[in-house]
C-alpha cells in the first residue's frame, strides 16, 4: 500500500533556528516528490519538486533532499522567521503507465510553530 | 494569489442537504483536482478532470460527484451530507494532466454540516 509517513507530527522552535523535516515513502513505482506549505486556513503553495534523479533542490531558504534508495526525503529550513510557521506537507506521485496516469499520496503534514 | 479561485468561502447548512462547490482555474490550466481536508485527516485526493473529462478518482464518495464544464470551470456536488463531510475541500489547476506537473490550490472552501 501507498504510505507517506512525515515526522516530527510538530516542531516549535525559535526564529533564527534551522530544522529538518523528514518525509519516508513506500510509493511506487515512484515519479516525483513535492514538498508543500499550507499556512493555517489557506491552500497549499508548492515549495519544490523532485524527480527520481535530483537529490537537492533549493528554494530560498528552504532546501529539500532526496533519497531515493532509501525512499526519504527532508526538508531543511535555514534561518528560520515567524512567517514560517505553517504546516509542511510531503506529496509522493506513483506513475502507472505513462505520464498522464499517476496517483498522488499526501503525507499528514508537520506543523511548524517558529516563536519569537 | 494562485490563481485558482473558489467559491464560496465559507458554507454552512444541515445534514441531509445538497451543496455544489465552484472552482475557476488560472487561465489556460486544462487540469482541475479536488481535495478534501478534514481536521483529522490530511489533505485526500477526490477527483481529477482533464480539458473536460475524469482522469483519475480518489476516495471520492458516491455521494460525491463532480464535472468539468468546457469553459474549464468544475464544480463539486456534495449530496445527502453528513455531520462527517464537514471540512475544507480545495481545489488545485495544472496546466497538464501529467504528474511532474505544478498545480496550484485555491484557497478552499469551508463546509460546515450542522
Redesign the interface.
Known amino acids: 500500500k501507498n504510505q507517506v509517513e512525515q515526522s516530527p507530527q510538530s516542531l516549535i522552535i525559535l526564529e533564527g533556528k534551522n530544522c529538518t523535516l523528514q518525509c519516508n515513502y513506500t510509493v511506487s513505482p515512484f515519479s516525483n516528490l513535492r514538498w508543500y506549505k499550507q499556512d493555517t486556513g489557506r491552500g497549499p503553495v508548492s515549495l519544490t519538486i523532485m524527480t527520481f534523479s535530483e537529490n537537492t533542490k533549493s528554494n530560498g531558504r528552504y532546501t529539500a533532499t532526496l533519497d531515493a534508495d532509501t525512499k526519504q526525503s527532508s526538508l531543511h529550513i535555514t534561518a528560520s522567521q515567524l512567517s514560517d510557521s505553517a504546516s509542511y506537507i510531503c506529496v509522493v506521485s506513483a506513475e502507472r503507465s505513462g505520464g498522464s496516469n499517476y496517483k498522488l499520496t499526501f503525507g499528514k503534514g508537520t506543523l511548524l510553530t517558529v516563536n519569537p | 494569489d494562485?490563481g485558482?479561485t473558489q467559491t464560496p468561502k465559507h458554507l454552512i447548512t444541515a445534514t441531509g442537504q445538497r451543496v455544489t462547490l465552484r472552482c475557476s482555474p488560472r487561465s489556460g490550466d486544462l487540469s482541475v483536482y479536488w481535495y478534501q481536508q478534514s481536521l483529522d485527516?490530511?489533505?485526500?485526493?477526490l477527483i481529477q478532470y482533464?480539458n473536460g473529462e475524469e482522469?483519475?478518482k480518489?476516495n471520492i464518495l458516491e455521494r460525491f460527484s463532480a464535472q468539468q464544464f468546457p469553459d474549464l470551470h468544475s464544480e463539486l456536488n456534495l449530496s445527502s451530507l453528513e455531520l462527517g463531510d464537514s471540512a475544507?475541500y480545495?481545489c488545485?489547476s495544472s496546466g497538464?494532466?501529467?504528474?511532474?506537473a505544478?498545480?496550484?490550490?485555491?484557497?478552499?472552501t469551508?463546509l460546515t454540516v450542522v
Open positions: 494562485s485558482v485527516q490530511g489533505l485526500q485526493f482533464y482522469r483519475a480518489g475544507l480545495f488545485a497538464t494532466g501529467w504528474s511532474h505544478e498545480a496550484f490550490f485555491g484557497q478552499g469551508r
